[in-house]
Structures are given as structure tokens and as C-alpha cells.
């Protein structure tokens, strides 16, 4: 799986757009760009996937460069909730590998 | 919503006894997961399970740790020994297919060892 890379910390005012990016200059073609979350030593929480095109869901939106190197997670209205580590990882789909392989993530301050 | 729920919340042992966490995964997921936290460090995978059979274990998952699917609702991880270094949120996940796909995550346990 690709090596990821993402800023230790990230400040947002409440309401404003919160936008967390990630390197992943190493991507290969099969493997998708996923984006977990985990608030305060809770379970990680799946926010979202994609390939190559934009993705978007109740959540979040997901942005990759053309060339796939790098992408970007959009919170719209950013809340107090919203604080919480935020992880990329980078693998492929399908086969017997299940494993999700976590770096450090970005902490993400929500403040009002 | 359906959800993973891992009990116990906290379990507290002694250096040397066995623990059993629990787990009971999402009721049609097929594929199950192990994670462990230690306080202040990266979220690390230990073993993935399907059709009652391991599919994938990390280094950390030694012959100390074992998992079992007992019956067709709970996914359990057992530590025969457990050391100090065992101290940390273990984490259940589930997902409805392999290697790709969300992984649902548990509330975790917290285990504690003296």
C-alpha cells in the first residue's frame, strides 16, 4: 500500500469549510484513496472513498488531483464535532487483504 | 443504524490471566477484524477473520492471541498471557466484503493489565 502523508494538525472555525489534505505520490493505479475519522479515542469512523473522481456524501467531499498524487477531504460547514484525528490511507480494493493500515492522521480543531 | 458493540467497555486483569474480549459484528458483515490502540499511539491491525478462519494476521498477533467466532453473532479475541504491554483499546470491526468497502468500527475496549 502507498505511503501517505498528512500535516500532524489543523485549526477551523466553526461553520467555515474544513479542508484536510494528503500526499500520496506513490499511489498505484488499482488503489483507492479512503478517509477515516476517530473522535476521542473512539472507533475509527469510515467517512469516505474514491479512485480517481470526486466523490461526495453526507459527510464529506473528496477531491483527487488528476495526476492522483495527492487529494483533499472537505468538511463544508465544519462543527465542534467535527474534532477528531483524520486519517488517508491509500489501498487497493478486493482480494483477501482487510487490513487498514493507520499513520499519525491530521488533528483537526474545530473552534468556535 | 446498525453497529458493532464490543464488550466489556473496561476490563481490568492481572499480568499472566487470560481475557476474552467480545465482539458482535454488523449481522450480515462476513469479514471481522482485530485492532489494537496503546495510549497515544497509531491505530494498529491484528487479525482479520473469514469463514471461520484467519486471513491475515500482523506481527504483533503472536501465539498468545487467538480468535474465534463461536457462535453466528459474537467475534471474540483471546490473550492467553497477558503483559503489560497488552495495555491498550482493542478495537472490532466488521465489513460486508473483503478488501475494500467500509470497515465498521466497535466503541473498542479498553484493557488494563497490573
Known amino acids: 500500500d502507498a505511503k501517505t502523508t498528512q500535516p500532524p494538525s489543523m485549526d477551523c472555525a466553526e461553520g467555515r469549510a474544513a479542508n484536510l489534505p494528503c500526499n500520496h505520490s506513490t499511489i498505484s493505479g488499482n488503489e483507492y484513496v479512503y478517509w477515516y475519522r476517530q473522535i476521542h479515542s473512539q472507533g475509527p469512523q469510515y467517512i469516505i472513498h474514491g479512485l480517481k473522481n470526486n466523490e461526495t456524501n453526507e459527510m464529506a467531499s473528496l477531491i483527487i488531483t488528476e495526476d492522483r498524487k495527492s487529494s483533499t477531504l472537505i468538511l463544508p460547514h465544519a462543527t465542534l464535532r467535527d474534532t477528531a484525528v483524520y486519517y488517508c490511507?491509500?489501498?487497493?480494493?478486493?482480494?483477501?487483504?482487510?487490513?487498514?493500515?493507520f499513520g499519525k492522521g491530521t488533528k483537526l480543531s474545530v473552534k468556535p | 443504524e446498525p453497529e458493532v458493540t464490543q464488550t466489556p467497555s473496561h476490563q481490568v486483569t492481572q499480568m499472566g490471566q487470560e481475557v476474552i474480549l467480545r465482539c458482535v459484528p454488523i449481522?450480515?458483515?462476513?469479514?471481522f477484524y482485530w485492532y489494537r490502540q496503546i495510549l497515544g499511539q497509531k491505530v494498529e491491525f491484528l487479525v482479520s477473520?473469514?469463514?471461520?478462519?484467519?486471513?491475515?494476521k500482523s506481527e504483533i498477533f503472536d501465539d498468545q492471541f487467538s480468535v474465534e467466532r463461536p457462535d453466528g453473532s459474537n467475534f471474540t479475541l483471546k490473550i492467553r498471557s497477558t503483559k503489560l504491554e497488552d495495555s491498550a483499546m482493542y478495537f472490532c470491526a466488521s465489513s460486508e466484503v473483503a478488501g475494500g468497502s467500509e470497515q465498521f468500527f466497535g466503541p473498542g475496549t479498553r484493557l488494563t493489565v497490573l
Open positions: 477473520f473469514y469463514n471461520n478462519e484467519i486471513s491475515e
Open positions: 449481522s450480515n458483515h462476513l469479514y
Open positions: 490511507i491509500v489501498r487497493g480494493y478486493g482480494g483477501s487483504q482487510g487490513n487498514l493500515i
